[in-house]
């Protein structure tokens, strides 16, 4: 019957990650609005229009935009609430976090036509944009008698001996009793959880970390009409992830004749995450007339290395007896190519009074290629041709001067669904906010809501959970221009 293994092969890692890697491509491909308050308050919507920092990672034809250099930083607190529904039992969980989103420097070197011709100007920027927040608590809970994540490791077992089983899942159980072999044949399994006993199930995740890019712009405007830009980014990402599925068992309904009858266990797995890339974006600004503008960018897919360390550990608690049992740590690194994008935009502006902005975006999930010199993902890669498909991003923004030192702004987001045939996982943001100006200096700020509708599936054989979060976002920016 058990005999306890030491964790001393590496050999089924693989399984642990082919399971799980087309997801976390998708995760560290998105962005979502973040940047300065001027930016994020008229919508992300600043493709055309230049001058402002946030937009360089949009469209680096804004960086020559500028006719003065400036300097700015922002601060952001966030207020994220996400709501589940499990077997009808609703829960809310709230996690607050505040940063700081960016930190720009744009020099403008302005030249006399005289001397330089018609390309007027050569302008530089340094600094970094936040580009997606990964901080999110999640908790799922529900009292339920239809299925169990035991009888997941038990069917994932079948087949295999118990020195073959997968080192951070069903190897677990083994050891701690939660499934166990049939007397006389070591890769046939059972499990003391009846599936269908009554239990009150729960999951509980804490997510947190960024995605941040740190940038280099150049950019030059010919005769003040055509204006063109480069930025190259280097991104950077810190993940991390603990989660927990614990299952407490009611009136000792499973196995009532063992002597050691189960009375609950619980599943912790943890995730660390990091990794550093580079991409390129090329834009252009036309002034086609003095009020109406059209821009148009390409980003490059972003070449990341990512490196992964990972770990589980299950307890399972009998009448009797307690065990324990752990992963140790798993070391993975892998390559990361995320989709092309392309943007359009168009803004017009009204007597320098009002100013009102469009930019679609346009790229192709399904694109995304993971690689890895020890492992072959081609698995993970037909995952993401399968799952994954084509989006688009659209964003909407709108600024009044309502006096010649304050401004009133308000924008909408829209980003599309990356799943094909599921149009209901798009993610909707609405802002609005102000700006004052007094001479050189400028303080913005921006209130931000972004919501989103998403399912999570515990494991094979759980229905999906239905999770809505919706995130409050309040950014100043400070900064001058000298």
Do not use: C
């Amino acid at each position: 019957m058990k005999k306890y293994f030491l964790l001393i092969s590496s050999v089924l890692i693989s399984q642990f990650i082919n399971g799980q890697y087309h997801v976390d491509a998708l995760r560290f491909s998105k962005e979502t609005l973040n940047g300065t308050a001027r930016f994020m308050s008229m919508g992300g919507a600043f493709g055309s229009l230049g001058g402002n920092p946030s937009s360089l990672n949009f469209n680096p034809a804004g960086v020559s935009v500028y006719t003065s250099s400036e300097f700015s930083f922002s601060f952001d607190f966030s207020d994220i609430e996400t709501s589940t529904k499990f077997h009808n039992t609703n829960v809310l969980s709230v996690d607050s976090k505040n940063s700081i989103p960016n930190l720009n420097y744009i020099s403008a070197n302005i030249f006399d036509p005289n001397e330089f011709g018609d390309w007027n100007r050569l302008n530089f920027a340094i600094g970094y944009n936040k580009l997606d927040d990964y901080n999110e608590t999640t908790y799922i809970l529900a009292n339920q008698n239809e299925h169990s994540l035991a009888s997941n490791f038990l069917n994932n077992a079948q087949g295999y001996y118990p020195e073959n089983l997968n080192l951070f899942n069903e190897l677990l159980a083994f050891n701690t009793y939660l499934i166990d072999t049939i007397s006389g044949n070591n890769s046939t399994y059972f499990s003391y959880v009846d599936p269908l006993s009554e239990k009150n199930q729960s999951y509980y995740s804490i997510k947190s970390g960024q995605k941040n890019e740190f940038y280099l712009s150049f950019g030059s405007a010919y005769k003040d009409k055509l204006f063109m830009g480069m930025t190259i980014g280097f991104p950077w990402i810190q993940f991390n992830q603990f989660s927990n599925i614990s299952e407490y068992f009611i009136n000792d309904s499973v196995d009532s004749t063992n002597s050691n009858n189960i009375e609950s266990f619980s599943y912790n797995s943890n995730l660390w995450v990091s990794g550093s890339g580079i991409n390129l974006k090329l834009g252009l600004i036309y002034q086609i007339d003095e009020n109406l503008r059209y821009g148009f960018a390409i980003h490059t897919p972003t070449a990341f290395q990512i490196q992964e360390e990972f770990s589980s550990r299950l307890i399972t608690s009998f009448q009797n007896n307690i065990f324990e049992s752990e992963s140790g740590l798993g070391f993975f690194d892998y390559d990361l190519s995320t989709p092309f994008k392309i943007l359009n935009s168009v803004s017009y502006i009204f007597d320098k009074k009002a100013i009102l902005s469009i930019d679609y975006e346009y790229l192709d999930y399904s694109s995304l290629n993971l690689n890895s010199d020890f492992y072959n993902l081609s698995e993970s890669n037909q995952d993401i041709a399968y799952y994954y498909s084509v989006a688009s991003n659209i964003r909407i923004g709108g600024e009044f001067r309502i006096h010649p030192q304050f401004s009133l702004r308000g924008g909408y987001a829209y980003y599309g669904s990356p799943f094909l045939g599921m149009n209901e996982r798009n993610i909707e943001v609405f802002s609005f906010g102000g700006g004052l100006r007094i001479n050189q200096y400028f303080l913005d700020f921006a209130v931000v809501n972004s919501f989103n509708e998403d399912v999570l599936s515990l494991y094979n054989s759980a229905p999906n959970s239905s999770i809505t979060t919706s995130k409050n976002q309040i950014t100043w920016t400070a900064g001058f221009k000298f």
